[in-house]
């Protein structure tokens, strides 16, 4: 049986169990006086090699950003979105390249994030999409967040809290225009606009949408945007054409709709500044946005199997051939979907290589008869380019049938973020 101990404890360690220490070599330890080995003290790296880790390209990250920056209508204002660890990218990177490219405003999804963005940079807008539960009121006021509302007791509840500590709460008014989610349905939205304007610890900072299929359904979405225009008849003249409210509805997708003559000044980008390309009919869809993430891992072992042979748990694969396969380092532990079984493809040394049989937790297994080459410890890359060889995060939906938010919120924190590009 092997135990766990601290070498810096040798010396107490030989008194208290009784042991002696074997040679003074890289690999020497404690041996019991029966001469079993029970501690291997090798001496420890500083670091864990990598066994899967996502590369993140904060210069490709900032191309983006200032190619739609360029590629947007002048008085249009860039509201980033970077709830769920920036898409799985690691927020505090992300924010902080992206607060010196200049951004308007952000969006997360709760006051805890919000509180996250806060910490990397002072002074800018923080936008709240998710509901505020009750208990998290006081956190907007904490720090310096804007709620999003949607019916009548979350506007009272939000100023009654502002009367009591004789502050004010920054809000938007979100509007359902169809998608059936959060926000107060159109048709009342005018009534409710005006209840919030009544509210003197209520200070409206915005009013916006959400299209509920804008990469699949333009004719809907054109229905979507004119009852949202309907609302805003609502504002103040004043109100509406003053540059301080935010008029927002389009995401990355929103904008193959979007109109340079409407009353938006303001998009909200998420995928987009990622690297995910537009649709083709989008205002932006000359854009080339580049890929912010690479998914890698490891070759762990290479076997050589007889033909007939099954694969992994449930023998979903049978070898048609003899093969030599090579385990993957990662698994659906790591962010590989267990849609990958048997449909994905992976590059090593630049070359594509087939997932074959179910993807389990750590490990993933893939045929590698056609790779002469290969040997433990080479890279294998699930998403990006290697050697000349690329496979897009588009591709690797298509394999796992699913989409893009998915991918990357799926990817777990064992998995290294590794940034690429610093200043």
Known sequence: MFRRTRTIFRCKTEKLRGLTPLADTPFSGFRSHAGQRTFNAMTAPTTFPRRAWVEIDLA???????????????????ISVVKADAYGHGVGPMVSRLLQCGVDCF????????????EL??????????????EEMPMLAHYGLTASISCEAEATALADLAAAHKTRFAVHVKVDTGMGRLGVWHERAPDFIRFVLRQPALDLRGVFTHFS????????????????????AALPPTLRESEN?????????????????????????GLLQYGLPPNKDSLLARLKPEAVLGFHSRVGLVKEL????????????FLKRDTRIAIVTAGYGDGIPISASNRAHVLIRGKRCPIIGRVTMDQ????????????????????????????????????????????????????????????
């Not at 940079?121 to 509901?131: K, M, N, Q």
């Not at 007889?306 to 694969?317: A, E, L």
């Not at 294998?380 to 588009?394: A, D, H």
């Open 60 to 78: 490709a990250l900032e191309r983006n950003l200032g190619k739609i920056k360029a590629a947007l209508p002048p008085r249009i204002r860039y």
């Open 213 to 232: 299929c804008a990469d699949s359904d333009a004719a809907f979405t054109t229905i979507q945007r004119n009852r949202f225009v309907e609302t805003l």
């Open 306 to 317: 007889p033909r007939g042979t099954g694969i992994s748990y449930n023998r979903t694969h």
């Open 107 to 118: 969006c997360v999804a709760n006051t805890r994030e919000g509180a996250d963005v806060r």
């Open 364 to 423: 993933t297994i893939v045929d590698t008869s056609d790779l002469p080459e290969l040997a433990v410890g080479d890279i294998v890359t699930l998403i990006g380019r290697q050697q000349g060889g690329e496979i897009s995060l588009n591709e690797f939906c298509t394999w796992t049938n699913t989409i893009a938010w998915d991918v990357f919120c799926s990817i777990t924190k064992r998995v290294e973020r590794v940034q690429t590009g610093l200043i």
């Open 245 to 269: 409210l935010l008029i927002h509805a389009d995401n990355s997708a929103g904008l193959e709709t979007f109109s340079d003559g409407g009353p938006f000044n303001a998009v909200r980008v």
């Open 121 to 134: 940079g002072r002074g800018t807008d923080i936008l709240v999409l998710g509901a505020v539960l009750p």
